[in-house]
């Protein structure tokens, strides 16, 4: 029996339980990963696991005098490999709370979230993604590679995207039996086999709108509002072990986000970028809601935008139209500190987040 002397959101056992889990799985990565930063950096300063090369040059081979100005000297001087924060804490945590449930304590039961139909498929892209990632960056501390600075190609990291997608597709559509996708307001569309390769194509353009991770601070607030917008889409489609795992990702982001706010003490690297689009593609899948991605994730697509606008305007106007690109780089160039740069566009993800999760739910 409900008790209507109680707030509706105490009326429900369930809902309680289910509410306590996610805010308790976020806060659980979040000190996991902030105790476990020291380690980190005291081990990555101590190996020196830097870039050797200093980026100079475009992806068109062309000179970029504005970046170079604000962070040649950093490049060379703060360790990668932070990202692996935002995606070994939330590894351990899933499997941690999974060892403890088959202890066969109740509370452990409730609190475990890896589950097949909600968590498989995020964790595999987050950890697949995050081990292309994790290459790319050790290639860039020795200085080895054939990229721009050191590292793996370009083409080669987008492959590897490509197949991430490609199997996560087949999966989908397969497996799962998925065919359609959610139009919010107008219900579903069919795509039939071609939901395969509208899979793939997600998945390499979030990875591309990964160019975002050039400031301090920036990816880390970006990829917070992002997982904790679908989080919440999750937790309000009934999805509550995807909600947990979003949960669990924004808690390690955080933590890393309180050490790379300027003066960063690493930065993320491939090795978190290709981990988070990864993951990220899958949950905005996995909860239906793939096309409010362009909006909740609106900083990924004008940082994109913004490269793709540059090399077309340097092509056939032969002339920039930004001073640098990603556009953060442009705001730079105009005078703008890194950090107003930084917080402005953090209060444009969250007004943007807010609107996409209005718009999914309402759907």
Known sequence: MVNNNLPLYLSDPALVINTLKVFFIGTISFLIAFFSTPLLTNFLYKHKLWKKNARTKSIDGKEIPVVSKFHKEEEIKVPRFGGLLVWVIPSIVIFLFFLLSKTGVDIFKKINFLSRGQTWLPLFALIAGAIVGFVDDFLQTKGKGKYIGGGLSLKFRLFSMFLIGFVGGLWFYYKLGWETIHIPGNGDIYLGVLYIPFFILVMMATYAGGVIDGLDGLAGGAFTTIFGAYGAIAFFRGQIDLAAFCASIAGAILAFLWFNIPPARFYMGETGVMAL???????????????????????????????????????YFKRKLFLAAPIHHHFEGKGWPHYKVTMRFWVIGVVAAIVGIAIALLG
Do not use: D, H, M
């Not at 990864?278 to 362009?294: E, G, I, R, W």
């Not at 609106?298 to 606008?309: D, K, T």
């Open 277 to 315: 689009c990864a993951a990220l593609t899958v949950v905005a899948f996995l909860s239906n809601s793939v096309l409010v991605l362009p909006i909740i994730g609106i900083l990924l697509v004008i940082e994109v935008l913004s490269v793709i606008l540059q090399l077309f305007w340097k092509k």
